[in-house]
């Protein structure tokens, strides 16, 4: 864990000993885990961790990424060789598709870039056939990147804007050694590229749309690049997100700068889905003719919840709810 030693992992260089309690920008110490889970989506199980370098007006994940600061408490420091095993527990017992990363999120995890090189070390010591994941803002220094490449067999980047001015304003921090660092990825590490993603967040990113996509393409055409519907959280919790159409027409935005992988999730609805709208009149009579009941019912129903007027006592998927294990932007 020396590396937290005058620490210059992220592009700060505050030089703290965080191993001795002193706090730079990010305000942590060594690593402490908010949560872990098996994800059947990406084949990982992700371990998210406490703190950033960043001071993001819209994270939805302020609370772990902000910590201690938020007054939120976790499961704190995890010895690498106990996530580890517990990790080889939990993958064994996994009922889903196969996992075949431990993928680190949170914040940012480029900060205990000595964690996760402790945490590689130990899996080998274990024998857990894994790779390592990452998902980052691309803050790190050009060493930390560098060995965040070597390190790592999959990357997910973030380039939440791209002039320094909405960066600066959105993130609190310059944006070029971000457009720095996804330039070395794509030239060192193209193999383990995810995917690239933007926030869209209508008057603040959707207008950096065009220059990003363009700034991919000219690395490669081929990189995989995600837009995300702002959803509010944070210092912008009343700010609006993206409609359909915009997802949509910036999609096109990013094609026709010449990126060929391009996909969208999340969206502000004007209306109620046409799929909710069917299951509710399906249900009017079942909740007595009343339509307010019916509405309410039928976005349970769109998910598979099976006994209406809604029952959980006798529920025969109680143990396995999809009303409360559906993640509705997954699909979309």
């Not at 302020?62 to 420091?77: L, T, V």
């Not at 959803?231 to 159409?245: A, C, Q, T």
């Not at 909710?276 to 039928?298: C, K, M, N, P, Q």
Request: net charge negative.
């Amino acid at each position: 864990m020396e590396g937290y030693r005058e620490c210059r992992l992220c592009e700060w260089h505050c030089g703290v000993d965080r191993l001795q309690g002193e706090q730079g920008v990010c305000r942590v110490g060594r690593a402490e885990v908010a949560a872990t889970m098996c994800s059947a989506t990406l084949g990982s199980y992700i371990v998210t961790l406490t703190g950033c370098c960043y001071r993001c007006l819209h994270c939805n994940a302020y609370r772990i990424s902000q910590y201690p600061d938020p007054g939120w408490y976790y499961a704190g420091y995890v010895p690498p060789a106990h996530l580890v095993a517990e990790a080889k527990e939990r993958i064994a017992a996994f009922a889903g598709p196969s996992i075949h990363t431990i993928s680190f999120t949170g914040g940012d995890p480029i900060i205990h870039l000595p964690y996760l090189q402790e945490v590689a070390r130990e899996m080998k010591r274990q024998g857990l056939g894994c790779g390592i994941g990452l998902s980052t803002g691309g803050f790190a220094t050009e060493d930390a990147m560098a060995e965040i490449v070597r390190l790592c067999d999959v990357t997910t980047l973030e380039v939440k804007a791209f002039s320094d001015g909405v960066h600066r304003a959105l993130t609190g921090a310059p944006v070029a050694p971000v457009l720095r660092n996804a330039a070395y990825l794509v030239r060192e590490g193209r193999e383990k590229i995810r995917v690239m993603r933007t926030v869209v967040i209508p008057g603040m990113t959707d207008g950096e749309i065009a220059s990003i996509a363009g700034f991919i393409a000219s690395l490669d055409e081929t990189v995989p690049y995600r837009l995300i519907g702002f959803r509010p959280n944070n210092v912008l919790y009343y700010h609006p997100g993206p409609s359909r159409d915009e997802m949509e027409r910036l999609c096109e935005v990013c094609r026709d700068a010449g990126l060929t992988d391009v996909a969208w999730s999340g969206y502000y609805p004007e209306a109620v889905p046409d799929e909710v709208a069917t299951e509710a009149a399906r249900l009017r009579s079942t909740y007595g003719g009343d339509d307010a009941a019916a509405l309410t019912a039928a976005y349970a129903a769109v998910t598979g919840c099976p006994t209406h007027p809604r029952d959980c006592g006798a529920c025969p998927l109680r143990e396995r709810c999809p009303a409360t294990l559906r993640e509705p932007w997954r699909g979309r």
